[in-house]
């Protein structure tokens, strides 16, 4: 079997592989929930159906965070945590692309987690 052959069949046998993997893993789903409801009593398992708000989360604010703060924030590092606090202050935390602070993919990854207060207003500006 030449090398060409050889790799379409071997992509296919993965492709085949991965399918079934997933035909059975979304298959076992359902059954794994219906046993989790059924052993909680009625009330319990209907309340457990609902899903439970989400907790606020404490954003960081890139004008005032510590640079160990910073360093928190997923794709931060030590460069990236010196940049933010050199680049001080922001309008807004879309300035951290804008300036080349940092790049468009780590903004990406934090910009749910930051926010930019100005001072003297307790509002940020996205």
């Known amino acids: 079997m030449n090398s060409a052959k050889l790799h379409h069949v071997q992509r296919n046998a993965i492709g085949s592989a991965l399918m ?6 979304s298959a076992s789903l359902p059954a794994a929930a219906a046993t989790a409801a059924a052993s909680q009593p009625a009330g319990q398992a209907q309340a457990a159906s609902k899903k439970a708000p989400a907790a ?21 590092g030590d460069a990236e945590a ?3 606090v050199a680049g ?19 903004y990406l990854s ?15 500006k996205p």
Do not use: F, W
């Open 20 to 25: 079934a993997l997933a035909v059975t893993a």
């Open 56 to 76: 606020p989360v404490d954003r960081i604010d890139i004008n005032s965070a510590s640079r160990a703060l910073l360093k928190t924030l997923p794709g931060i």
């Open 88 to 106: 001080r202050p922001y309008l807004s935390k879309a300035e951290l692309v804008t300036r080349n602070v940092i790049a468009t993919g780590p």
């Open 110 to 124: 934090i910009k749910g987690l930051i926010i930019a207060v100005q001072k003297g207003s307790p509002k940020s």
């Open 82 to 84: 010196d940049r933010i």
